[in-house]
Nanobody, 123 residues
Framework: QVQLVESGGGLVQAGDSLRLSCAASGRTFSNYAMGWFRQVPGKEREFVAALSGSGGSTYYTDSVKGRFTISRDNAKNTLYLQMNSLKPEDTAVYYC????????????????WGQGTQVTVSS
């Protein structure tokens, strides 16, 4: 079992920055690919970014490329999402997720999920 707890969400204005954190516990963190996903009411949860266990491989959805950066500190068992130049359309509940072994971008391939943290970007 892997337990995940997100933090760092909040209300910001368009153009601002925010950093989300996801604290992991339970298993060897570096063995797990990690991802960030987001969801707005009435829509499916969507992929945002993913990172391999070593941190050497990353994937981003097109809408956040150049603005968001996913990273991890395996010594601290923590995943991050640095979000810059935020837009109102980035407003969502953001979830971190873990998957044993290789990195993928498919939501259903992730086995462990946090409770989510709300990000609201005002125009």
């Amino acid at each position: 079992q892997v337990q995940l707890v997100e933090s760092g969400g909040g209300l910001v204005q368009a153009g601002d920055s925010l950093r989300l954190s996801c604290a992991a516990s339970g298993r060897t963190f570096s063995n797990y690919a990690m991802g960030w996903f987001r969801q707005v009411p009435g829509k499916e949860r969507e992929f945002v970014a993913a990172l391999s266990g070593s941190g050497g491989s990353t994937y981003y959805t097109d809408s956040v490329k150049g603005r968001f950066t996913i990273s991890r500190d395996n010594a601290k068992n923590t995943l991050y999402l640095q979000m810059n130049s935020l837009k109102p359309e980035d407003t969502a509940v953001y979830y971190c997720a873990a998957r044993f072994a290789n990195i993928v971008v498919v939501t259903t391939a992730y086995n462990y999920w946090g409770q989510g943290t709300q990000v609201t970007v005002s125009s």
